[in-house]
């Protein structure tokens, strides 16, 4: 038979307490262990990394020295718990880093034992879940954001749809101009959903608001490089929709020869404000033709977006002017009515000066 000497199962003992402080060093997560009194005895490479306080400076120490004052009862509950024998399952909480910034932490706390089967401390086991943490709270500001766009898509096209039947007599005409001014909504809510809502260039913007009149020969753009905030993107991509669709049926985009010019830029006003400006320019060879005189004629809900709405919605003002051969429409808007606000000091370091 095989007997183990005391000495055989001490090398064990050895043996098993170095694989176990192995694991414990090299592991990803916070491992602390703390007496009944709450005071640090073992403190891994990982509390280190997570918390900025080294083993020498740790141990000894109180555990209180994580906790933000206000939680300090949460160490009470801790500690009574582990003195009955019970395990604290995982639960989110906040602690300190020795430079005195919080980090989010799930953290589980076991009893630990001695040989004679007696509780003599606790083991903590914390985990980094800032990341998690930021992730949750960026999909619920997205979910706020989408929330209010949805709401205010709805308030627009109810607009649409009572504005464009007071000026159609035709069922038709109605359903196709209704259709494409959702359609147009729609362009724009892809671009800003693509970007997780945190804006879209307005270069994008134009180009995928008249891809469906084609002619990308005849159109030109010109400007500084800018993200649009979510407003900006959807008033500015309405104008576009209506100059564009303007353009197709009885403008620049209709007639042989006929251009469109699109150009922006940012300027100081005498007040020392950051301003907004953008030009849509059409020319037309064949102007005084009876598509043209409609056009000019033709006071629908694409002049009221471009009059008032896109104006009032960027707390800005605007102009359209029709003449024989040329269709301008300017609109002048505070900047920070335009950009993204973390996008405004780089335009005023000279991208539209």
Do not use: C
Not at 158 to 166: A, F, I, W
């Amino acid at each position: 038979m095989h007997m183990k000497t005391s000495g055989g199962r001490e090398r064990e003992d050895a043996n098993a307490d170095a694989r176990l402080a192995a694991i414990v060093d090299s592991s990803y997560d916070a491992i602390i262990s703390k007496d009944l009194h709450s005071v640090i005895t073992s403190w891994n490479h990982a509390a280190e990394r997570m918390f900025g306080y080294s083993a020498e400076e740790a141990v000894g120490q109180s555990i209180l020295m994580l906790l933000p004052e206000h939680l300090w009862n949460e160490e009470s509950d801790i500690i009574s718990r582990i003195r009955r024998g019970e395990g604290v399952a995982s639960f989110d909480t906040t602690r300190r880093r020795k430079d005195g910034s919080l980090i989010a932490v799930s953290l589980t706390v076991s009893p630990i034992r001695n040989r004679h089967d007696e509780i003599v401390g606790a083991s903590t086991i914390a985990r980094d879940i800032s990341a998690a943490k930021e992730s949750e709270r960026r999909i619920r500001m997205l979910m706020r954001e989408v929330n209010h766009r949805v709401k205010n898509q709805f308030a627009v096209i109810l607009s649409m749809v009572r504005e464009t039947s007071k000026r159609s007599t035709d069922p038709r005409e109605f359903e196709e101009l209704i259709r494409s001014r959702i359609m147009a909504l729609s362009r724009s809510h892809d671009l800003l959903v693509t970007s997780e809502w945190a804006g879209a260039s307005l270069f994008d913007l134009i180009q995928e608001h008249l891809k469906p009149f084609g002619h990308e020969e005849r159109i030109s753009l010109s400007g500084p490089l800018l993200t649009l905030q979510s407003n900006a993107v959807q008033n500015l991509g309405m104008a576009f929709h209506e100059l564009g669709t303007n353009a197709s049926k009885y403008g620049a985009l209709a007639a042989e020869g006929g251009r469109v010019e699109i150009t922006w830029k940012v300027e100081t006003d005498p007040q020392a404000r950051r301003r907004f400006h953008l030009l849509w320019h059409e020319t037309l060879s064949a102007a005084d033709t009876p598509a043209a005189r409609k056009a000019a004629e033709r006071k629908g809900f694409g002049t009221v977006v471009l009059q008032r709405v896109a104006p009032q919605s960027l707390s800005g003002s605007s102009s359209l002017e029709r003449s024989p051969g040329s269709v301008k429409w300017t609109l002048d808007a505070p900047l920070e009515a335009i950009v993204v606000p973390q996008l405004g000091a780089e335009a005023e370091n000279g991208l539209g000066a």
